[in-house]
């Protein structure tokens, strides 16, 4: 699957705002998983929810940073 460019962009941008100053992996890394992704290729998850479910991550981890963060502490513990 090809992914857009928006949808590189946002990925980009989404992992810039979970891991400042972290080196960004390509879009198909392992490294996706530590977020919370079910797979290596995170726009395999978008199936349901689609590019807006990823504008709202982003939008929630500009708006409320402290609960993003709490948020994503989760994937690092293996809490669902």
Same mark, same amino acid.
């Given at each position: 699957?090809?992914?857009?460019?928006?949808?590189?962009?946002?990925?980009?941008?989404?992992?810039?705002?979970?891991?400042?100053?972290?080196? =960004?992996?390509? *879009?198909?890394?392992?490294?996706? @998983?530590?977020?919370?992704?079910?797979?290596?290729?995170? %726009?395999?998850? !978008?199936?349901?929810?689609?590019?807006?479910? =990823?504008?709202? *991550?982003?939008?929630?981890?500009? @708006?409320?940073?402290?609960?993003?963060?709490?948020?994503? %502490?989760?994937? !690092?513990?293996?809490?669902?």
């Amino acid at each position: 699957m090809n992914l857009s460019i928006g949808l590189q962009d946002a990925l980009r941008e989404l992992w810039i705002l979970a891991y400042p100053g972290r080196e =960004l992996p390509s *879009l198909k890394s392992e490294l996706w @998983k530590e977020m919370g992704w079910q797979g290596t290729d995170p %726009s395999i998850d !978008f199936r349901g929810g689609g590019f807006i479910s =990823l504008e709202n *991550l982003i939008f929630f981890a500009k @708006k409320y940073p402290v609960c993003f963060m709490f948020f994503l %502490s989760f994937s !690092f513990n293996d809490i669902t």
